[in-house]
């Protein structure tokens, strides 16, 4: 069976063609970075203004490269929630008009679900249940992946995301957006030890993130550092700062293994490409004799070969959309 899968829930205008849910035939990802960056962030309606100008070319080019027409595809999957509201309409009105005049279902994907799904693309053998570890710019979820379309959620942050934490403090830093991958390489240049950060628990909820005082605590001593004329030695800062963050990341990964016995782990999202969150993973993975599954790297960020591997499993299940299928900026995984 093969998916039209398309992506624009933020700043990739994304389609893909995806045979069985696991196959990637064809992938485009038309990225607006460049575009968002003078600002330092993405602008949501640039964002929607970018996806309606690139959308039609994003789609012929993935059936171009699929070497496919309307004939070949039995489906058109979409995300249409959570994300930017008029960035998600572009999408979700593409799609529906390919459905309409194709005459294919339209199956609606939640963009989290769609992250999930990239370890299918890159794990043939990957099947549910597992425990994921969902980090990217605007979420960070523990779930666990009962069936390809029954998740639990068990952690989730209480205020900022994973990814945005190091956008912000990369900014602060005077690194270009988006500052994650930033953080990652300077990080890797250099060394723990110089700054300290606060640890956070959230009261009662164990698996719960809280990333907003840890943010303010990196920004507050750069503030200070400044004042005193102190220079800050950039690499290590980053360095501890992305040592506080992916331990607080892995400590929550840690103990919902504990909690949940499960022996196979996965990591989605954009902050899933962090190589020191990738190594700590599989350093915990093999310390409690767990399987650990990570997305290729090109397939961390948004894309939209997830959402049609997704929207594959999606549609086994039943799920079908009508053209009156609206887009929602938030929705529960
Ligand atoms: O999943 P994604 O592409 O978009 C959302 O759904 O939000 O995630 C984007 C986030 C951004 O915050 C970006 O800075 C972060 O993922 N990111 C990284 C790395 N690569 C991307 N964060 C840390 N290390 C990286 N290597
Ligand atoms: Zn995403």
Redesign the pocket.
Known sequence: MNILGIET??D?TSAAVVRDGREIVSLVVNTQIDLHRVYGGVVPEIASRLHIESIDEVVSRALRQAKMTMQDVDAVAVTAYP?LIGALLVGVNFAKGLAYSWDRPLVPVH?IRG?IASNYLTHPDLEPPFLCLI?????TNLAVVEDYTRMRLVGRTRDD????C??KI?RVLGMPY????E??RAAQRGSVGAYHFPRVKVEGSPLDFSFSGLKSAAINLLHNLEQRGETVAVDDFAACFSDALVGELIDRLALALDGTGLKKVALA???S???L?RARAGALCRERGCELFLPELSL???NAAMIASQGYYEFLAGARAGLDLNAAATKAL
Not at 135 to 139: D, P, V, Y
Not at 161 to 164: K, L, P, R, S, T
């Open positions: 829930s933020c990739e994300g963009h992250h980090a990217s710019g605007g979420h995301a994973a990814g945005e190091f956008d990369a988006p500052g994650g991958v953080m990652d999202g954009g902050v490409a962090n190589t969150l961390c960020g948004d």
